[in-house]
């Protein structure tokens, strides 16, 4: 099971404060800032399509490394973990509750897509995302080291991702049924964590995955989300920064 935040934290320092709308800065120039300002945070509960539970591991096997500078080590080196094609434009050296941060993520036909999350929360041994509206999937994403004793893994410490998600809106369950944004989403975080591990020194690491289909059902109530869609949204856009990659010096 996932390690959940400790109850006896400081809930002022290790969760973010409510907020009606997110607000964006600090996006460099190059990057895509599209599909984040002024949205609505969209949890599990906001999605369309079946919710899943996807649970991503990979064991520190031969690594003297505690949970805590595990933890510490990825917020403050986050990005840098992620496959290429994708980036992470956010505060700079760490993850704090509250923190926003712009996404370009490479889509199909290299393609990119424009979107975000916000750091619900954050301790010292795991941190919390949440998605805004028109993000691929509504959910939540928690980060944590734990420490695992059993033999297979060999008394080591275990970095994991679990991501409680639903396709935001119907065009992204067309595509999750059909594999295509789940496939991209199990790459990606594989390649995330197998990143992680050889920065600890694990030369040959092995990620786990399992997943859990928690609700089959959809919610039709939930069916405009796709107003929201990113992928399209970011694809309309393109002639607009296509104009201004050709003319912004004149303008």
Do not use: C
């Not at 607000?23 to 599990?44: C, R």
């Not at 949970?67 to 050296?93: D, Q, V, Y």
């Not at 695992?148 to 809106?169: F, H, K, M, N, Y």
């Not at 399992?210 to 399209?232: C, F, M, T, Y």
């Amino acid at each position: 099971m996932n390690e959940q935040p400790k109850s006896n934290r400081d809930a002022n320092t290790t969760w973010a404060k409510p907020v009606d709308q997110l607000q964006v800065s600090g996006v460099p120039t190059g990057g895509i800032n599209l599909n984040v300002q002024g949205k609505h945070l969209s949890g599990p509960l906001n999605g369309f399509g079946q919710l899943w539970q996807k649970t991503y591991r990979v064991a520190l096997t031969g690594q003297e490394v505690e949970p805590t500078r595990l933890i510490r080590e990825w917020k403050s080196n986050f990005p840098s973990f992620w496959p290429a094609g994708n980036n992470f434009f956010g505060k700079l050296g760490s993850i704090d509750p509250g923190d926003v941060a712009v996404l370009n993520l490479s889509g199909p036909a290299k393609s990119s897509i424009s979107t975000g999350i916000m750091v619900i929360y954050a301790d010292d041994e795991s941190f919390s995302f949440m998605t805004p509206q028109g993000h691929i999937f509504a959910g939540m994403i928690t980060f944590s080291g734990f420490e695992d004793g059993s033999v297979e893994e060999g008394g080591a410490t275990v970095a994991q991702i679990q991501a409680l998600v639903r396709a935001s809106d119907p065009i992204f369950e067309i595509a999750a049924r059909l594999r295509i944004v789940h496939t991209q989403e199990d790459i990606f975080w594989h390649g995330t964590l197998a990143n992680l591990a050889r920065h600890f020194g694990v030369t040959s690491p092995n990620v786990t995955q399992k997943d859990i289909l928690v609700d089959p059902r959809v919610q039709w109530g939930e069916a405009g989300n796709v107003w929201h869609n990113s992928a399209i949204r970011t694809g309309l856009n393109l002639p607009v920064r296509m104009w201004r990659r050709i003319f912004g010096e004149k303008q």
